[in-house]
């Protein structure tokens, strides 16, 4: 417990001494809804981060990380957060790629792709998501197809929801490489530059006004022969692999903004007396109450060896924080009152009205509630599955 | 008894209906949305000019064609359905009621005339939208002078006030009376767009900074009671709720178009029995939220006045519910798309964080109910 | 609107005048939860109710009603509720048996049975629900087979849920005349004596301790020849027809009953000091909302032409109401707090706890909640139907 | 930082369960419930007695297994699944907890020595179960004799009292102190048992008509403090949530159980997905209020006594929605079956109501939490 103890006064420090100067204008910026914010002051505090050993610090030591423990990483999570950290572009790298390669790469690819994510240079986003298989992973049409000469890979079709591609040097993309397979089979998991002919790159317009995501067209772009991840045909293992390696860790760091949230509309509400109101008083108290089960959730998650329950438990925690979140922001909105509709440079506000709208997205991206809720019941119940149909 | 609309309700509503579909279409929306424009300006000519759907509650001898809310609770729903950009509401809900409850005959004369003959679009600024009883507090305050009178102060938020042609606003005398000022666009006030999440009903702040103003401004019929605000706030709150229900119901007639459609493992989504109940139970909330409203028109005239009023607030609450549930649905089921700009659920979800906030919260009109029905004067 | 106002004071007049002596005793009394409560007193109570002229007073005066209009009928519905009438022990004769004979009954029939139910001697009730037919109708399992000597239907099998069976002189049952035939064929529709052999009844004890239903177990009961009402293999029609009967109208008076219970929870929470917490007060009005929205959703469904869109919002209504009252039952025990959970003789205190406890089956008789959906969503809103497993 | 059980704490789990799944059969709770009787005499004997759950958090000094609150939770728990007729959580988290807490060091070598050996099922009279804080109102006072005290009072509603072998009856003296006084079940006070709709868990009246004691029956040492049975009564609270959390487990199992077997439109109801949502749903709210629950546990002992009792509180208010929420769905789920006295919805949903009931309403809770969260003592 000392020990922990003794790393969180040296994350503190770190994060006191170095989110200073020019950096400081990153405070509590760049979260969900403005993932596309200050983004080029954003790359270079990964740089700076990584100066400092902050980046990847739960990867292996002999690949670059600190090979911290799951307590440890959690530590740093929840104090680079109460620090105000900004949102990580570094993420999708430092989470999955890297990990993925850690563990399927070969030699040559850890050896070009590692070194970028861990010194904050390279950026990577991630290309899963197509238009007609939102949740219907198994529908995949973009294809690849082998160029018999150079032994590289054509890729041609639409990926969708891609966080931050216009800001990333490198995307993963999953293809279907066997003409005429179907569903799981047949599939490739390649890593491919964006600034390449045949890759167009078109930002969504979100509900809040920014445009974190992005459409990617793939019009026989090109990924090299040796960029294969694993082998041809075996992309959905990989596939399914990298999501496996988001072990709930920074979801520590995620309730730490969450209780920042709710501290606002709090102070808020003092200040505008809707602290008076009965039903937002138990509203309140309801989010504290339901942050709070958030935490042990994730706790009881963390575990080594889960037991039956504490993995159906698991499952359940997207649906839950999501929820809470999404319903957060319409605290946040009621308690504002009339003034939550007009935008204004007031910080706060400005800080809670983009929950409010972003987290609409909460509850759809990464699995919607209705498939969570089948993956629950399924997966965790053991109810009869859904039949797919034939249309 | 029996509780239905007749043949002339029916005709009026089936022709609004047709109307609104074509005029106030989703790009006519964003025409409105995108740039930052205070309302449609084609629409707004139609339906006050050509349509006369501003004449409809007008009392005959005033021009109007003397309906009832029943009629206006019909256009109010369609218009809310197609989140048509125009200040019919402020105008005939807000404005018109409360001219007819406590103007002078001068000013029902003229400005209901007005109104009527789709001349003028009218606003009143509220001191506190927000509030349950808006006339509560009053935030001018009306000094006389030898020619008129001079009227200070600020009111944060009124709704559609760039576009209105008119202003009334109520103001404290020196005696403690509160009375009503009219204000024409070119009245010298300052008025201060505010740029708003739901870009579908323009908000501005009025600024009066000692505005001298003439004798003939003050059109109430001398000093406005409580009992006369409640009336014509009654007829405005039960407008919005209707507005409410039918944002409600173009949000889920969109919503069931997109789910028939829309292809994920092989099925439409609409053919998810988890999907069908979800919808299945938001038709149910419809069908309680449109009675509620449409039986708290057909007994406004009929009831007595205290029983109409928890009618109204109980409107309220449900139509405000169910149109934040009906956005938050649209949404959610649209999927990815639902949290785009490009697609429409996020203009009807701002819009019903918008209306829940205008004219008391639930919690607000539950809390009237109840202490009518505990006969206690409200929370102990 | 005077003519009804005279009517109404009609009704009311007679309600007093008749609804005493010996028969003060059934105010209020033999609702749901408790429809098996003084039977013999309830009985007679339809004889006087007979001798009155309120019975059937909805049907046309050539077969004994008075042909009441539908405004009548609630404004009847209104005040024999208002002034305590009790539960009806004739309800499934005068609203359902009558009426279909009357549409598509034999004149031998008519003649009959009409009579019986108007003069309040003879007593029906319902045979559709079996074990494995819950809410599935079509799933019906009891079969006739007719004795080629009599021209009588012999008729095995069980039927569930059969309210008031025990207290009943007759039954109409629906059951499988085609040998081999499934759904909706192949089904008939008889009207059977109960006091015979081959017949058994038993009670089923329900969770507020009563027994309002019953299962009844045929072993070779006989239908007689001339009581099948339509043709063989027509019974679905005429099932669905039956069902078709109940135009809504008694729900008005359903709704004074709601209303009476809505009063006595504001009552005992003024007594107990509930009604000083906000958030009691705030369910009170929430239900006062859905009881007035009740009231205009029925009123709305009984107009003769019905749109598209009344028919729809009148799918909504067993929905609504149903769990309407199931909440109601909660809030009245959540005002109670703990003496919810003593019986007492306390009369209005046992009325608010049998409520509470029998409002769990509003929700499940007569089409549970999750079939009302379907249908809202298939009838009410053209959505896919749910197909039918194989298993 | 991980939070998880030790390999002790799950063998502890693991052989509770099996062996509450044997011997609190749903025909034992019957034997309880349609006989009315107290409790079921031969579980609460193997538990005392032969498995010494009682001592399992006593501390050791008392002859206890010195184990903490967590242990507590998982009995608890599975108690509350099988609805175990037993008065366990009175014993163990009502009165122990409270001896231990304000009791003199007699009263705890004795009393919390024979809890801990099996030999002792106790509880408490507070004025006000229902309540809050149920030490805030005391409904018997204690006036001093030669000999002892003067008992004069009634409480109205006693669980577990017609089972208890010993009752502890918080009574006022003339200086306006608490004190605590043990009463064992022979010491002519008047219990009369109360007809309740949840058979499972008894309650009966106490009357103490001047009931004269001796001075050796009080058992504090020396004025019961606020903090003192606060203390005592997180303990209580935090048992009653895990008992309801396993209460809602069991329903939900129980209901899994039947839609998987039962068939309807040829398919079985655990296919329909509205269905299989709603479960999932619960399986989300269970692992919610689980975390909840245990968490709050762990960190009973180490974290401030403030934070913790408030996560206490949001423990009750989880825990009693989900138990409602899982009885109202097992009634529901099990279709015409579900509301009959054969199967056993219904004794779920009736001991939800009632556990509900006990030590304060969500409300209440939630009122404290929010009154924390904002710094000012309770609503303004």
Known sequence: MSDLNAFRAEVRDWMNANLTGKFAELKFRGGSGEGDALPDLRKEWEQELARGRWTCPGWPAEHGGRGLSVAEQVVFQEEYSRAGGPGRMGHIGEGLMGPTLIAFGTEDQKKRFLPGILNGTEFWCQGYSEPSAGSDFGNIKTRAKQDPETGDWLVSGQKVWTSLAHLSDWIFVVARCEEGSVGRNGLIFLLMQLAQPGVEIHPIKQIGGGSEFNSVFFDGARAKAEDVVGQPGDGWRIAMALLGFERGISTLGQQMGFQQELDLIVEIAKENGADRSPAIRQRVARAWIGLRAMRYLAMRALSDEPSTETRREGLAYKYHWSNWHRDLGRLAMDVLGMDGNVVSEYPRRERLQQMFLFARADTIYGGTNEIQLNIIAEQGLGMPREPRGKL | ?380
């Open chain 2, 1 to 380: 008894m029996i509780l239905e609309f007749t043949p002339d309700q029916q005709m009026i509503r089936e022709e609004a209906e047709r109307f609104l579909r074509e005029q106030s279409s989703s790009q006519a929306i964003r025409r409105v949305v995108d740039t930052g424009s205070t309302h449609d300006v084609e629409l707004w000519t139609s339906i006050s000019r050509d349509l006369g759907w501003c004449a409809m509650a007008i009392p005959e001898e005033f021009g109007g064609l003397g309906l009832g809310a029943t009629e206006v609770a019909i256009l109010m729903e369609l218009a809310g359905s197609r989140l048509a950009c125009v200040p019919f509401w402020s105008t005939v809900c807000l404005a018109a009621p409360l001219i007819e409850s406590a103007g002078s005959d001068e000013a029902k004369a003229t400005y209901l005339g007005a109104i009527a003959a789709g001349e003028m679009a009218v606003t009143v600024a509220y001191a506190d939208l927000s509030a349950a009883d808006p006339s509560a507090t009053v935030a001018v305050q009306a000094a006389r002078t030898p020619n008129g009178y001079r009227l200070d102060g600020t009111v944060g938020q009124v709704v559609d006030l760039a576009v209105a042609d008119m202003v009334i606003v109520p103001a404290r005398l020196e005696d403690g009376a509160t009375a009503l000022f009219a204000l024409p666009s070119s009245g010298g006030q300052v008025v201060t767009s505010l740029s708003v999440i739901d870009g579908t009903r323009p908000i501005a702040s009025l600024e009066l900074p000692g505005l001298e103003v003439a004798a003939e401004c003050r059109i109430d019929s001398g000093a406005v009671t409580g009992d006369q605000f409640a009336k014509a706030l009654r007829f405005a709150n039960l407008g919005l709720a209707a507005e409410q229900i039918g944002a409600a119901q173009g949000a889920f007639d969109m919503t069931l178009a997109y789910i028939s459609e829309r292809v994920q493992f092989g099925r439409t989504i609409a053919s998810f029995q988890a999907i069908k109940h979800r919808c299945a139970k938001l038709a149910v909330d419809i069908a309680e939220a449109r009675s509620l409203v449409f039986g708290a028109a057909a007994a406004m005239g009929q009831a007595d006045a205290g029983e109409s009023a928890l009618e109204i607030c109980g409107a309220r609450v449900v139509a405000s519910e169910l149109q934040f549930l009906a956005a938050e649905e649209a949404i959610q089921l649209h999927g990815g798309v639902g949290f785009t700009w490009e697609y429409d659920p996020h203009l009807y979800f701002k819009r019903a964080q918008a209306s829940a906030a205008l004219l008391g919260s639930c919690e607000a009109h539950m809390d009237k109910i109840a202490a009518a029905m505990f006969g206690d004067g409200g929370r102990p």
